[in-house]
């Protein structure tokens, strides 16, 4: 006796609601979590307004796909589960044609390369080019050094050149940031432990030294964040736009007292930044 295979028994039929109830409720849990998130720290910065437009941009782009893909997979499991054209695929249904399941691949991926690649790189350009362009020539400069665990600032003083300074000659008590005490252009220079004062409205370029690993310059209000390497002399800039008090970071993990390594960002008008720095004593 042969059975058609449209009259067995459906197989699976039974766990079908519970599938789809599982996707159905993923989606509103995730949906739900991003929603109480809340979203990123009151924007600081001038070129943070195009990270926030990248940000948005992707997250709806990617959370309309997401709900689409978990709305498709619950009516296709309630569709198909255990049913007779999943069981006999050779009568027309998708699993038929190579064609079609070609098609299915590769339309998706073309799609979500022009969402991701395209959309990013039109919506985010402007950002790039603020971050990583030629820095504006009236630059406020100033060094930041990381060290195992916090933030020194160096200012290269009133003559505007920043001493040498040499790995050598850190003393953790008496120079922190091996400054060169036989180069005239050092004497002038200040720094502090953990205290930057910024002025608003003006670029700010930011020089970063690290002297043992991998540190990470983070400021979420600014949408900053770049790592201090060994060895090198880096860079990152921006231009604050709203005076106040900002906590700056390390978000890279270097080590046991990482989470105490903060320093503050004082952002102000220039002529309080210049009253600031001459009440600063100068390095030697
Ligand atoms: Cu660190």
Redesign the pocket.
């Known amino acids: 006796m042969t059975v058609h295979p449209s009259s067995a028994a459906p197989a699976g039929r039974g766990s079908a609601p519970l599938l789809a109830g599982l996707f159905v409720a993923t989606a509103v849990l995730v949906a739900y979590g991003f929603w109480s998130l809340g979203g990123l720290p009151e924007l600081a910065s001038r070129h943070g307004v195009s990270i926030d437009a990248t940000i948005t941009y992707l997250f709806v782009t990617t959370g309309i796909l997401f709900l689409l893909g978990h709305g498709v997979l619950t009516l296709f499991v309630l569709r198909y589960a255990g049913s007779a054209e999943r069981a006999a695929p050779e009568r027309g249904s998708p699993h038929a044609s190579s064609k079609l399941e070609w098609r299915w691949a590769l339309v998706p991926v073309l799609v979500m390369c022009v969402i991701a690649e395209g959309g990013v790189l039109i919506v985010g350009m402007p950002a790039f080019a603020q971050l990583y362009g030629e820095a504006p020539p009236d630059s406020f400069v100033v060094e930041v050094v990381?060290k195992q665990?916090e933030w020194l600032v160096h200012y290269p003083g009133p003559d505007g050149v920043f001493g040498r300074s040499e790995a050598k000659l850190v003393n953790d008590a008496r120079n922190p940031i091996g400054l060169d005490k036989k180069d005239p252009a050092a004497k002038d220079d200040i720094y502090t432990r953990g205290q930057m004062h910024l002025p608003v409205g003006r670029g700010a370029l930011i020089r970063l030294r690290a002297l043992d690993v991998l540190?990470s310059f983070t400021v979420p209000q600014f949408r900053v964040k770049q790592d201090l390497i060994p060895g090198f002399l880096g860079r990152t800039q921006f231009e604050p736009t709203r005076t106040g008090q900002y906590e700056l970071a390390?978000a890279?993990l270097?080590g046991l007292g990482?989470y105490r390594?903060r320093g503050f960002i004082t952002v102000e008008s220039q002529e309080e930044v210049d009253q600031w720095l001459s009440e600063q004593e100068p390095a030697f």
């Open positions: 990381g665990f540190h390390c890279e270097c990482h390594m």
